[in-house]
């Protein structure tokens, strides 16, 4: 039977690990390395790093950083930041990475998915969609943006994630910019109308600050990545920095409670 995966996600700014705030004001955490290791020992189910400098930057990915952290990961690894062909996502996945994160480069030329899919397997193809609500008083809906969050485009997340199952991506990463450490909650109705649109795998990221709140998106999505920043490497509600995940049998309950049995 399938079952929901809980997923931290690590952002590397300038070499360190960082959490940010609706993408901005990177506060440093800790070390990239050294939060794999504790994520090992704490068994999580995949573990999701994006170098968010890459791209903003126009520099290519950190190959060096890449071989360190599948080196040392024994869970499932994706990786983002900075690629733009397939050549680049190639060699990521030889060096041990299971998935290649591709998000502002799949905005630009939908027709990279279906290269890089080509190139390495739909299956290691994740396209992150960065999503936040249209500003102004009389707009409504939702807008793609990349460039962490610099640049807007005038797409529709929902159609555009048909595109991107369509051009060959093994999973959407879907990404609540509005949510980005605010840790009250996943965009629920932002999630359900994506999760209603493909067939492929998907993972939400961004707002969760409990297990009750991952709870909620698979009640509302089923079986669903559950993905995390704030949530699990700050504790209480002064965020103090500790790397934290569920336990397994915390895990066991939380899916028993919100799955239809």
Do not use: W
Request: with cysteine.
């Amino acid at each position: 039977m399938l079952r929901p995966r809980i997923t931290p996600c690590l952002l590397v700014h300038e070499g360190g690990l960082v959490k940010t705030v609706g993408f901005k004001d990177p506060k440093y955490v800790g070390d990239p390395i050294n939060a794999v290791k504790i994520f090992n020992e704490k068994e999580s189910d995949e573990l999701v790093v994006l170098d968010i400098d890459a791209t903003r930057n126009g520099v290519e990915p950190d190959y060096k950083l890449i071989q360190d952290l599948a080196a040392e990961c024994r869970m499932p690894l994706a990786y983002g930041g900075g690629v733009r062909t397939p050549e680049q996502a190639k060699r990521i996945i030889e060096l041990g990475v299971e998935k290649v994160c591709i998000s502002s480069a799949a905005v630009e030329d939908p027709t990279l998915i279906r290269r890089i899919a080509d190139a390495v397997g739909g299956q290691s193809v994740v396209v992150v969609l960065d999503v936040r609500k249209k500003s102004g008083f009389f707009s409504s809906g939702y807008e793609l943006c990349t460039h962490n969050a610099t640049k807007g485009h005038k797409l529709d997340p929902i159609a555009f994630a048909r595109e991107c199952q369509a051009q060959g991506a093994g999973e959407i990463v879907l990404n609540s910019v509005d949510r980005d450490g605010v840790m009250k909650g996943y965009d629920l109705e932002l999630a359900r109308q994506v999760r209603a649109a493909i067939r492929i795998p998907m993972s939400v990221l961004g707002g969760a600050g409990s297990l009750a709140d991952i709870e909620a998106l698979i009640k509302t999505c089923g079986v669903v990545g559950c993905a995390a920043g704030s949530l699990f490497v700050f504790k209480g509600q002064y965020r103090a920095v500790l790397i934290n995940y569920p336990q397994p049998a915390q895990k066991d309950a939380l899916f028993a409670a919100a799955l239809p049995r």
